[in-house]
């Protein structure tokens, strides 16, 4: 239970934590509101169906209380609970991947990744992305398929940097790979999508920083 007094906005996310830790439910509750929307949008555009997806946010936070006395503030808060839902959404994957095979028997394939060629790393760590550039309508919906046809490593790369606004440091952290290699997949997402928006008839370019430039 919380103890008097209001929670000053400026409370950082692992003040917050640690206050929860120490029994506070108003800093938990602060926690949800902050990071339920993005959180959602990374794990709805990672396993690809809206049920699903919430069942595993609803997996992430009840992670969240079951191993609050686990966390300590060693890093980001956001490093700890993107790890926590990319981790069940990895589990509810291969479970429904699984599950699809035993029934269907269907090939599972991300085929075009174009992860063969070597990249150069001097990908900036800012800048619009198409999402922001996607002035109307009609675009955003073309973005979002393009986004899901994409394999999935460099799909949760581009989510995680131009949904929910995580560093490409942290987005390292989260995946487990070098900060290099995180770079690489969100140039390789561009170029994908860049392709797969022109195949869907959209008349623009995605520039080196994201951003949906008109032909």
Same mark, same amino acid.
């Given at each position: 239970? +919380?103890?008097?007094?209001?929670?000053?906005?400026?409370?950082?996310?692992? =003040?917050?934590? *640690?206050?929860? =830790?120490?029994?506070?439910?108003?800093?938990?509750?602060?926690?949800?509101?902050?990071?339920?929307?993005?959180?959602?949008?990374?794990?709805?555009?990672?396993?690809?169906? !809206?049920?699903?997806?919430? $069942?595993?946010? =609803?997996?992430?936070?009840?992670?969240?209380?079951?191993? %609050?006395?686990?966390?300590?503030?060693?890093? !980001?808060?956001?490093?700890? *609970?993107?790890?926590?839902?990319?981790?069940?959404?990895?589990?509810?994957?291969?479970?429904?991947?699984? !599950?699809?095979?035993?029934?269907?028997?269907?090939?599972?394939?991300? %085929?075009?990744?174009?992860?063969? /060629?070597?990249? +150069?790393? &001097?990908?900036?760590? $800012?800048?619009?992305?198409?999402?922001?550039?996607?002035?109307?309508?009609?675009?955003?919906?073309?973005?979002?398929?393009?986004?899901?046809?994409?394999?999935?490593?460099?799909?949760?790369?581009?989510?995680?940097?131009?949904?929910? +606004?995580?560093?490409?440091?942290?987005?390292?952290?989260?995946?487990?790979?070098?900060?290099?290699?995180?770079?690489?997949?969100? /140039?390789?997402?561009?170029?994908?999508?860049? /392709? !797969?928006?022109?195949?869907? +008839?959209?008349?623009? $370019? *995605?520039?080196?920083? &994201?951003?949906?430039?008109?032909?």
């Amino acid at each position: 239970m +919380g103890t008097g007094g209001s929670l000053a906005p400026e409370t950082s996310d692992e =003040q917050l934590m *640690l206050a929860f =830790q120490a029994g506070d439910a108003r800093a938990f509750e602060a926690l949800v509101r902050k990071h339920r929307a993005p959180v959602f949008n990374f794990i709805l555009r990672f396993v690809n169906q !809206r049920a699903r997806a919430e $069942d595993v946010l =609803q997996e992430t936070w009840l992670k969240v209380v079951r191993s %609050a006395r686990e966390y300590a503030p060693k890093a !980001r808060f956001t490093t700890w *609970l993107y790890t926590i839902a990319r981790n069940l959404c990895v589990d509810s994957t291969r479970k429904e991947s699984y !599950r699809q095979a035993t029934s269907l028997e269907a090939p599972t394939a991300g %085929a075009d990744g174009d992860e063969g /060629r070597p990249l +150069g790393e &001097g990908l900036p760590d $800012d800048g619009a992305s198409p999402e922001r550039g996607a002035h109307n309508a009609r675009l955003r919906p073309l973005l979002e398929r393009a986004l899901a046809a994409l394999p999935e490593e460099q799909r949760e790369v581009f989510v995680l940097r131009e949904y929910s +606004g995580i560093p490409f440091k942290e987005i390292a952290e989260v995946t487990g790979v070098s900060e290099n290699t995180v770079k690489s997949r969100m /140039r390789y997402a561009l170029e994908g999508l860049r /392709r !797969r928006l022109g195949e869907l +008839g959209v008349d623009g $370019d *995605l520039s080196e920083d &994201g951003r949906t430039v008109a032909g």
